[in-house]
């Protein structure tokens, strides 16, 4: 019932930008009450944590690798969150996942209960 769908992915230069989205839609679902993330994962690679966001969206953590790059915002009344990515280096280059956590706020993989198929981001350099 409840669906994370990823957008805004491609292909950008070393140095662009993107802003990913993710629209969270279920009849039993209160966007509200769940705190979100964005994960990546490099071919490869374990999945690893980029950001996450509280209920309010007002509070805000970010892995050190994208800190002060990319920004996570959410609007709740439109159910949807949203990554924006400044300064992208090749080593962004990933598939995005956006998640789903009761709590306000993770870091933890473990605390996601819901996730997205993700979305390709290739960064070329």
């Known amino acids: 019932q409840v669906q994370l769908v990823e957008s805004g992915g491609g292909l950008v230069q070393a140095g662009g930008s993107l802003r990913l989205s993710c629209a969270v839609s279920g009849r039993t679902f209160t966007f509200s009450n769940y705190g979100m993330g964005w994960f990546r994962q490099a071919p490869g690679k374990e999945r690893e944590f980029v950001a996450t966001i509280s209920w309010s969206g007002h509070w805000t953590e970010y892995a050190d690798s994208v800190k002060g790059r990319f920004t996570i915002s959410r609007d709740n009344a439109k159910n949807t969150m949203y990554l924006q990515m400044n300064s992208l280096k090749p080593e962004d280059t990933a598939v995005y996942y956006c998640?789903?956590?009761?709590?306000?706020?993770?870091?933890?993989?473990?605390?996601?209960?819901?996730w997205g198929q993700g979305t390709q981001v290739t960064v070329s350099s």
């Open positions: 998640a789903a956590t009761p709590q306000i706020a993770s870091i933890n993989y473990y605390s996601y209960k819901i």
